[in-house]
């Protein structure tokens, strides 16, 4: 199973101690077992799961399916690792999922026009107005939380619940609660769409992870989060400026979040101001826990909380694809969290560490 | 003069209960509007109907209160809400307990299910709101393992209860309502009045402090979150009182109403300060906030959720400038 670990990671062998110890104390082993797990699990359980082929030059399958609607969530995960980076907690990305879902649906709309007898579906508002639009009201509400975290200093829990509480009833009221159907062909290729033979919204997944990823390795940001995390007061005594810090990860979370919206409403051609999103921030803060991310801050993974939501989602698929009825769910992803969890603590360790030195005796 | 009455009011401000105080006057603001605007909204009786209403609420605001007083926080209430009117409809229907026994054997449950969690975030040293999170999704991944769909109560008593009107004062109150004020003065006699009561302020306030003085700080937790699994289990026993069905589906998002209701009562979210009374408040002004939008009948009900969150950003702001330093 080490050599599943990507061999780049290894690069502080050197400095750590022999190759063998720096694996096995990766922090990405842990989840790429689980998730190596699972598929093998797959493997047995679920014919023809690796199985991937080309029908009308687009590649199918279940690897396919799973990354497809993963999508969504790796967004807001992703989003979400900054913020728990800060020792925040975002519980507004459902709520932003939905409005934002909203916005684009309500703006694009789709009128039927005839042309040359032909009847055919026109935006109401350009695509590229109606996806700022979208884009610009999740800003706002990540800016909102921002200010509300790092300017008036509320827990970050508290600040969010505002805007999840909020934030779906303005959703609600503006679609009065019905779901806004869209007929709009361009649209839906954000979302179900393919480009080179691969789902469209993977490409989006992967342009914004690059960008984090590059914001966060190649310039100093990722180190000033992860000084936040460990210790604000210290950080801004350092000459941090973590008021501005925090409001970025908020927008970068929010940003995030519509993004996913706007992937989610474009799969399935309508925004449901009701159910979208519905506990996506649950979702995405237990992709980001199984990643490896503590939620008491400081120390993150990008990568780790990518493979956690693809853990999630291929929960998910088995699950449905067993026959097991879906609500089960529920409880196995509660059962994960509680390992996951437990896992993730010192005392659990030394409890195991304990009981693991008592055996040979 | 000017600077006097900037004086008091600083005074004022500073005064512990001084949130709790703006509750109750934005309380009786709502109802004074309600009845300036609207006939018939001034009687007894849509008084009463707030606490009938809102019985469940009430129970499980008081919980909440106790964990949030002790510095938690507990999001399993609204899914525990549900698995007891689920447990409840199964063992009245499938089962056919007698009801007192079914009632006893949920709220058993529920205690149960909130002391695991304590215990689990004691044990491991695990943030309250990420262990009660999975105990949330557990509690409503096990309502439908009982059943996907939802099963209607028709037992005699249950069905009675549900009838039953206690005049009181010219107007009545359900059974439920009765019972959710009397929890809220045992809790009040829990919160203020015993030895448990100070060691969760004393938690909330400052956990190593409470260690140090050699509280027990595991069993207080423990207790604390115990009590808020159990005043869930009876607000489920309230609502299936209150919709005579047991339902997955049921109590979605009423663990924040209650935290809501917490916060706009006067409790600090960060712990160790507040009443356990201001959940009545606070459920009263969210429920005050309901009737008045369906009174008026030309606003839509999703302003009710966006009044909330105002309402929560108000009040934590409030929270946060003037008593509440501490966070």
Redesign the interface.
């Known amino acids: 199973m080490n050599t599943r670990v990507d061999p780049t990671l290894t690069k502080p062998a050197q400095a750590a101690g022999s190759l063998r110890t720096v694996l096995l104390q990766h922090p990405l082993l842990r989840p790429s077992a689980a998730l190596l797990v699972l598929l093998l699990f797959d493997a047995f359980l679920v014919p023809g799961f690796f199985r991937l082929e080309i029908k009308d030059g687009h590649l199918y399958g279940a690897l396919v399916d799973i990354l497809n609607r993963a999508a969504p969530l790796m967004l807001a995960a992703l989003g979400m690792t900054l913020v728990i980076a800060t020792r925040g907690i975002d519980i507004s990305v459902g709520a932003v999922v939905a409005l934002s879902g909203t916005v684009a649906a309500m703006l694009i709309g789709g009128t039927m026009v005839m042309n040359n007898g032909a009847p055919e579906y026109v935006a109401n508002t350009p695509m590229g107005t109606a996806l700022a639009a979208a884009i610009g009201v999740a800003l706002l509400c990540g800016l909102w939380n921002g200010v509300l975290v790092a300017g008036i200093k509320l827990q970050p829990i508290v600040a969010t619940l505002i805007l999840m509480v909020a934030g779906r009833g303005l959703a609600q009221l503006l679609t009065d609660g019905q779901i806004v159907t869209v007929y709009y062909q361009p649209y839906f290729f954000l979302g179900s769409g393919y480009l080179f033979g691969l789902p469209f919204s993977l490409y989006v997944v992967a342009a914004v992870f690059a960008l984090t990823m590059l914001l966060m390795k190649k310039t100093a940001l990722g180190l000033f989060i992860q000084a936040v995390g460990i210790n604000p007061v210290a950080a801004r005594l350092a000459g941090l400026r973590t008021a501005t810090l925090l409001i970025f990860v908020y927008v970068f979370c929010s940003a995030c979040a519509g993004m996913a919206g706007l992937l989610v409403t474009s799969n399935i051609k309508s925004a449901d101001a009701n159910n979208a999103g519905l506990l996506l921030e649950l979702d995405a803060i237990l992709a980001v826990t199984l990643g490896g991310t503590s939620l008491a801050g400081g120390k993150f993974s990008l990568v780790g909380s990518m493979i956690g939501a693809l853990i999630i989602q291929t929960l998910t698929y088995t699950i449905y694809s067993l026959g097991v009825p879906p609500e089960v769910n529920m409880v196995v992803k509660a059962v994960v969290v509680f390992i996951v969890c437990m896992s993730q603590s010192s005392e659990f360790r030394q409890l195991t560490h304990k009981i693991s030195k008592r055996r040979p005796a | 003069m000017s600077a006097m009455i900037l004086k008091g009011a600083r005074g004022l401000s500073g005064a512990p209960w001084f949130t709790s105080l703006v509750t109750v006057v934005l309380l009786v603001a709502m109802l004074g509007i309600g009845g300036a605007a609207y006939p018939g909204f001034l009687s007894l009786q849509v008084i009463f109907n707030l606490l009938i209403d809102n019985a469940y609420l009430v129970v499980i605001a008081i919980g909440m209160g106790f964990v949030i007083l002790s510095g938690g926080?507990d999001l399993s209430v609204g899914s525990v809400l549900a698995l007891s009117t689920m447990i409840t409809a199964w063992l009245l229907q499938t089962a056919h307990w007698h009801p007192a026994l079914a009632i006893v054997a949920v709220l058993v449950l529920g205690a149960l299910f909130g002391a695991c969690q304590g215990f689990?975030i004691h044990?491991?040293?695990?943030?309250p709101?990420?262990?009660t999170?999975?105990?949330?999704?557990?509690a409503?991944?096990?309502?439908?393992?009982i059943s996907?769909e939802s099963i209607t109560i028709d037992q005699p008593f249950f069905a009675a209860v549900s009838q039953t009107q206690i005049p009181i004062l010219g107007g009545f109150l359900s059974p439920g309502a009765v019972i959710a004020l009397v929890v809220l003065l045992l809790a009040v006699w829990l919160a203020h009045f015993t030895a448990f009561g100070r060691a969760v302020y004393a938690v909330g306030g400052n956990e190593q402090s409470a260690a140090m003085m050699g509280l027990n700080v595991g069993a207080t937790r423990v207790g604390v979150y115990a009590l808020s699994g159990f005043c869930a289990a009876l607000g489920g026993v309230l609502f299936s009182f209150y919709m005579l069905s047991g339902y997955?589906l049921h109590g979605q998002g009423i663990e924040?109403d209650a935290?809501?209701a917490v916060?706009i009562g006067g409790t600090l979210?960060?712990g160790g300060y507040g009443y356990i009374a201001g959940a009545l408040s606070g459920v009263l002004v969210l429920g005050a906030i309901q009737t008045l939008i369906a009174f008026d009948g030309t606003l839509?009900s999703?302003?009710?959720?966006?009044v909330?969150?105002?309402l929560?950003?108000v009040f934590?702001?409030v929270q946060?400038?003037m008593g509440g330093r501490r966070?």
């Open positions: 926080i689990i044990l491991f040293k695990l943030q709101f990420i262990v999170l999975a105990g949330m999704f557990l409503r991944g096990i309502c439908y393992l996907t997955g924040l935290i809501a916060v979210l960060s839509s999703w302003w009710t959720k966006i909330i969150g105002g929560l950003f934590c702001v946060r400038l966070g």
